[in-house]
């Protein structure tokens, strides 16, 4: 089903200042981490700091001193290359210590450029060969109620991901399995390796599409972080009977109007002083 | 070459219609002792003292015998659907959540399709999957669809990997609560249906990574898995009675390779090594022992009996393994051949 009525009022533990420092912090950890290598999915970690900052601070449960507490959230990252875009959660989030940003994409680095399982804590899956995640979610999720856990997995994935016919075949499954506790997370970026998602594969209208594969779906400005958490409420509180998942719209580079405004690309060439010129302007619009 | 415009020879269909290209076929002898489902069967027994069990397929439960399971365990049986890139990825996903799951279909497709799933997913991670697959090698006369005459060479390179090639419904009895027991994902080419019994006669039991000399012999060393273990079991018995004595080494586990006794069987001189192996000749058990031989400095004289490197023939099953060298007769022609 798809929502339409007007958000319902929602509390927040956590007020939208806090989550918009928050996200600031999220966007700074990762220029960092760019500015180091000289290189990275800089414009997809700028664009999905508001997702990751509602997910980790207002989303999700989890403890910071014990990344595989069985009581929490999974998070999973489908797309293994906006890995330095979730260390900056992981480091905001105080599970990976601020102090190994400069290892970033270093030999023998917890934080390589890929997201890996086995290297770091917090990162749940290896992601990476894309249209993986909603598949191992499927069986996470299915996991989590053979333990009866409260637990929700959300899933993060690319619009390119929507290519990948196991995605498909993973979200035929949730609806069969009437997965409540899986929340899926689409980053339409609108923008893949060769090009324009929506011109190499036509995945629009995505929202009819997960609705008609018997998802509860909400399409949301992936930068408004107001519609972001009231979007993850209902997603986490409403009582549809299935997955559910809420399709982000946002803006490559966000938070950098240069880079932003900049011919928008897979991978954002930024030139070797332009990365502290980023975190200027990113400082001189800060948040209160 | 194969003339699809030639027609049949139909003065002989009579006789052609008692056999048949069906995709199940029983590669028991008529005379074989068989039990039924020996998967299914061992993997309920393990699941009553294995909460953590699980049973997944993609929509081939009844042609992998795990029906049995899901019938004595419903709520711990997953049904997948025809989506095998999803199977591998949702069984990396319980076994994240510490759950051992055992997920089964055509050898063909885990291999052929869901390979990167297998990989990525569960094996870079050394997760607990098991992966059980029907149809290997030549195990069906439905054409190259259905026929893994190439799951070895495709997964042997896959690092964590363990895979072993059961012989009979003893050995894969005994294998299930073995997969359960290893840490780490498995992949087992699996017999179903009515399975032969062969091994009880021998003094034999399962081991992962453990190869077992069955019988002793002076001119002829069979290095052999799965059914065709059972083959040379047999062609041993009736090259006795040409006063040819053949020695047969069962090597259950293809990966990793019991290379120590190997290289001791293969090592004693003046016997003719023969890989046989139900798979293509490029890249299975054959090339696997030529490779440890040459290793460790064995100059053997070596054999292989395998499959082409090919797109095989339909047909029925029996017409099949004359064809391609891998029925008893075919055996013992082949080896006479080479002595």
Redesign the interface.
Known sequence: MTVQDPPAPVSRAISNASLAQRAYRIRRHALLMGEVQGQGYIAQALGIADVLAVSYFHAMTYRADDPEWEGRDRFLLSIGHYAIALYAALIEAAIIPEEEIPTYGADDSRLPMSG???YTPGM???G??L??G???????????R??SLGSFVYTLFSDGELDE??TW??A??AS??RLANLIGIVDVNNMQADGPSTGIMAFEPLGPKFEAFGWFVQRVDGNDLDALTTAFDRARHHDWPGPRIVICDTKMGRGVPFLEARERNHFLNVGPEEWSQALEVLDAARPL | MRDKYRRPDLSQSGAARLRTSAMIASIADAQDETRQAPFGEALVKLAAERPEVVGMTADLAKYTDLHVFAKAYPDRFYQMGMAEQLLMGAAAGLAREGFIPFATTYAVFASRRAYDFIAMAIAEENLNVKIACALPGLTTGYGPSHQATEDLAIFRGMPNLTIIDPCDALEIEQAVPAMADHAGPVYMRLLRGKVPVVLDRYDYRFEIGRAKRLVDGSDVLFISSGLMTMRVLKAAERLATDRISAAVLHVPTIKPLDEATIVAEAGKPGRLVVVAENHSIVGGLGEAVAGVLMRNGIAARFRQIALPDAFLDAGALPTLHDRYGLSVDAVMTTVKAWL
Do not use: D, F, Y
């Open positions: 890996m399982a086995a749940e899956i290896t990476g060969s249209g993986q909603l598949p191992i979610a499927i069986g996470v999720a299915l996991g989590l053979r333990k016919g196991a075949e993973a035929m499954s069969t399995h």
